[in-house]
T-cell receptor, first 116, second 117 residues
């Protein structure tokens, strides 16, 4: 069974500061990993994805994540936070080993607050 | 290209009543998923359709939940009778088939917020 752990349900950073949202996964097969963002009153939007190509993945809005197999981690970072980054962020893992599409297993989410 | 749409956006019903949620996936997407987020908890998988067939319904909580995808287009999720613990946000997502060269990215709808009182 797969699982995702997101450390910190709430993270607060100052505008311009580094954003680091942590995600660790557990999977018995090579995983596909995703970060989604949910802005207030909106649906989930894909930020970036790891699908067994480059381990450093760049996404939208300046976010990136690095897949570290030895640490079973996929932490999300952004060098400089902007007020518009305030949202809830979800890490998710998917099992595509069978070659077919399959469900996502989500972490509990991290709400990012950006202060002036 | 239109995204995934869900109807209604909000629904408030009393315990024991029936509610039907609808999801329209992105046109041409064979895979359709239902997820649910109960307040304060993680987003949990409910079931997965490939075209009109149920590929995986391991996440359906009990037989009060019935999902259909007639003709492989839109899907409905019916809750009958609703219980208090069914309250939450129900998300629908869709993705392309592997033969279409996708990496299985799932596109999510805005969700339906269900409140059972």
């Amino acid at each position: 069974a797969q699982s995702v752990t997101q450390l910190g349900s709430h993270v607060s950073v100052s505008e311009g500061a580094l954003v680091l949202l942590r995600c660790n996964y557990s999977s018995s097969v090579p995983p596909y990993l995703f970060w989604y963002v949910q802005y207030p009153n909106q649906g989930l939007q894909l930020l970036l994805k790891y699908t067994s190509a480059a381990t450093l993945v760049k996404g939208i809005n300046g976010f990136e994540a690095e897949f570290k197999k030895s640490e079973t981690s996929f932490h999300l970072t952004k060098p400089s936070a902007h007020m518009s980054d305030a949202a809830e962020y979800f890490c998710a893992v998917s099992d595509h080993w069978t070659g077919t599409a399959s469900k996502l297993t989500f972490g509990t989410g991290t709400r990012l607050q950006v202060t002036l | 290209e239109a995204g995934v749409t869900q109807f209604p956006s909000h629904s408030v019903i009393e315990k024991g009543q029936t509610v039907t949620l609808r999801c329209d996936p992105i046109s041409g997407h064979d895979n359709l998923y239902w997820y649910r987020r109960v307040m304060g908890k993680e987003i949990k998988f409910l079931l997965h359709f490939v075209k009109e067939s149920k590929q995986d319904e391991s996440g359906m909580p009990n037989n009060r939940f019935l999902a259909e995808r007639t003709g492989g287009t839109y899907s409905t999720l019916k809750v009958q009778p609703a219980e208090l613990e069914d309250s939450g946000v129900y998300f629908c997502a869709s993705s392309q088939d592997r033969t279409q060269g996708s990496s299985y990215e799932q596109y999510f709808g805005p969700g339906t917020r269900l409140t059972v009182t």
